[in-house]
């Protein structure tokens, strides 16, 4: 997967910045520092192609995912995550996702699917990745969700049920609600700046 992978410093956790649709891996680059400029870096651009646009998986309509798709992609990025730790010398058992909207969902669909994949998460405006599944344990891992009350492509119910099926699989979820759309704010980005230093640091 194209990539790229900035080292820091040495206990430091590592962020996998997952970006959203349209988006590449130089997106959410800044976004990482504002988090912690002492981690280390992993950020990845997406393997599916919509209409020129890179996304994590495919979807059949808006909000309307290719279950198959997402399940295949979502292995390739576990797998992903594994060569990396092994190809640049990282703790695997130290890496936060930080995803926006696709990369978000992406980054859940992990957690749906994985025990132990990752420390914990930063979710800008995501959806439930899959419904009726049997998600893994998540004790002790910490989520934040930072969800657009006018969000018309994610709505409020369902970050509120994102955050129920998490916290039913062990998670401790913090959500923070911003009175806007879709967009990724910089209020959202401090909020989950503050979470990550309390809680995942």
Known sequence: ??????????????????????????????????????????????????????RFFRRLAEGVFDEEDLIHRTKELYDFIDESAEQYGFDRSNVIAVGYSNGANIAASLMFHYEGVLKGALLHHPMVP?????????????????????DPICPAQETEELSRLLEQAGAHVHIQWEHNGHQLTIDEVQGAAAYYEQHLK
Do not use: C, W, Y
């Not at 820091?8 to 590592?14: I, N, R, S, T």
């Not at 992993?42 to 890179?54: A, C, D, I, T």
């Not at 899959?130 to 006018?150: C, D, M, T, W, Y």
């Open 1 to 54: 997967m194209k990539h790229i992978f900035r080292e820091g410093k040495p206990d430091a956790p590592v962020l996998l910045l997952l970006h959203g649709t349209g988006g590449t891996e130089e997106d959410l680059i800044e976004v990482a520092k504002l988090i912690d400029d002492d981690a280390s870096v992993l950020s990845v651009r997406g393997n599916v192609s919509e209409n020129g646009m890179p």
């Open 130 to 150: 899959r419904k009726g599944v049997e998600l893994p344990s998540l004790n002790g891992q910490h989520v934040f969700i930072g969800a657009g009350a006018n």
